[in-house]
C-alpha cells in the first residue's frame, strides 16, 4: 500500500458539506455512549450538570471521534480511490491537503476544548488524539495489524471516554480506582468488537496486505477469540459487582452475558455472514450492561 503519496491534487474549496461528511456523525455514537456511561459511574460530584454532559458528548464525539475520522480518511485515500471512489478526497469534493489541514486543525480544538475541562480530560484526550494519529498514519499505522489497531480504537472509543466522562464530574481530576478498572474491562472487551467489523472485508485486507484477524487467523478462530474477548471481561466485572454488594447490577450484567452467549452460537456458524447480525444484538447487550455497571458504580461511589 501507497502510505505516502496522496492521490488527490486538485484543488479548489471544500463545501461544508463535504467537511461533515468526513467527520462521519454515525461513528460518533460509541466514544459518546462511554462518556456518558463514565458520566453518570463517577456519582454526584461538584460538576455533576447539563452543561458537563454537553461539553463532554462534543469533546468525545464531534471532536475526538471526528478528528480521528478525518486523519483516516486523509491517510486511506489511495485504498478509497480505488474502491469508494466518490468519498470527499478521492472525488475532489475535499481538494488538495484541505483535509490533512482539517485533520490537524480539529485536533488541536479537540485537544484545546479538553485543557478548558480539566487535567485529566485533557491527558485522556491527549492520549486519544495521539492513538488516533498513530492508527492511520505512517510510521506506525497501528491499523495494518488487527491486534494493535483494533487495540487503539477499543482504548479510545470505550476506556478513555469513559474516563473523560467520569473526570468531568469530579472537576478533571483523577477518577476513582474501581472506575479506573471497570474501564480498562470494557476496552478490552471493546476489542472483540472492532474485530467483528473487519469481518465484511477479509478480502480486500488480504489484497492490501492489511493484516486483521480475520485476515490472520481466518473468519473462524477470528470469530472465536473476538469472544473471548468480549466474554472475559465481562466476566471480571460481574466478580467486582459482586464483591463489591452490587448484586442487582451483578444479575443484570449476568443476564446480558448469557443472552450474548445464545447470539454468540449463531455468530460462530458463519461469522462472515452473522458478524452484522451480532453487531445488531450482542454488541447492543455489551452496551446496555456497560450503562447497568455505571449506574451501579455511580450509586455506590455515592
Known amino acids: 500500500m ?3 503519496a496522496p492521490v488527490n491534487v486538485a484543488v479548489g474549496r471544500a463545501s461544508p458539506g463535504a467537511l461533515l461528511q468526513l467527520l462521519k456523525p454515525i461513528t460518533w455514537f460509541p466514544p459518546m455512549w462511554a462518556f456518558l456511561c463514565g458520566w453518570i459511574s463517577a456519582g454526584p460530584g461538584t460538576a455533576l450538570s447539563g452543561w458537563s454532559l454537553l461539553a463532554g458528548v462534543v469533546l468525545t464525539g464531534p471532536l475526538v471521534c471526528g478528528a480521528s475520522q478525518i486523519v483516516n480518511d ?3 485515500q489511495d485504498v478509497d480511490a480505488l474502491n469508494e471512489p466518490d468519498r ?8 488538495g ?4 489541514w482539517f485533520a490537524v486543525v480539529w485536533t488541536v480544538i479537540a485537544q484545546t476544548w479538553a485543557i478548558l475541562l480539566g487535567p485529566w480530560v485533557a491527558a485522556a484526550t491527549g492520549l486519544g488524539l495521539a492513538l488516533a494519529w498513530a ?6 499505522r497501528l491499523k495494518m495489524n488487527g491486534w494493535w489497531g483494533n487495540s487503539a480504537v477499543a482504548i479510545s472509543y470505550e476506556g478513555l471516554a469513559w474516563i473523560t466522562g467520569a473526570a468531568i464530574v469530579i472537576g478533571g481530576d483523577l477518577p476513582a480506582e474501581p472506575i479506573l478498572l471497570i474501564a480498562l474491562l470494557y476496552s478490552i472487551g471493546a476489542h472483540g468488537i472492532m474485530t467483528l467489523n473487519d469481518f465484511k472485508s477479509v478480502e480486500g485486507d488480504l489484497a492490501m496486505g492489511i493484516r486483521s ?11 472465536r ?3 473471548l474477548f468480549m466474554l472475559l471481561p465481562q466476566l471480571i466485572v460481574i466478580l467486582l459487582l459482586v464483591r463489591w454488594g452490587l448484586m442487582p447490577f451483578a444479575l ?4 446480558m452475558v448469557v443472552a450474548q452467549l445464545l447470539a454468540m452460537r449463531k455468530l460462530l456458524r458463519d461469522p462472515k455472514q452473522f458478524a452484522p447480525w451480532y453487531n445488531a444484538t450482542g454488541v447492543s447487550l455489551y452496551v446496555l450492561g456497560m450503562m447497568a455497571v455505571a449506574i451501579g458504580l455511580g450509586g455506590w461511589l455515592a
Do not use: E, H
Not at 484477524?213 to 478462530?221: I, N
Open 88 to 95: 470527499p478526497i478521492p472525488s475532489g469534493r475535499v481538494p
Open 252 to 255: 443484570a450484567v449476568s443476564l
Open 2 to 4: 501507497n502510505q505516502s
Open 135 to 140: 492508527y492511520s498514519a505512517p510510521p506506525l
Open 74 to 76: 486523509w491517510y486511506d
Open 225 to 227: 477469540v473476538a469472544c
Open 213 to 223: 484477524l480475520p485476515a490472520q487467523l481466518g473468519p473462524t478462530r477470528a470469530a
Open 97 to 100: 491537503k484541505t483535509a490533512f
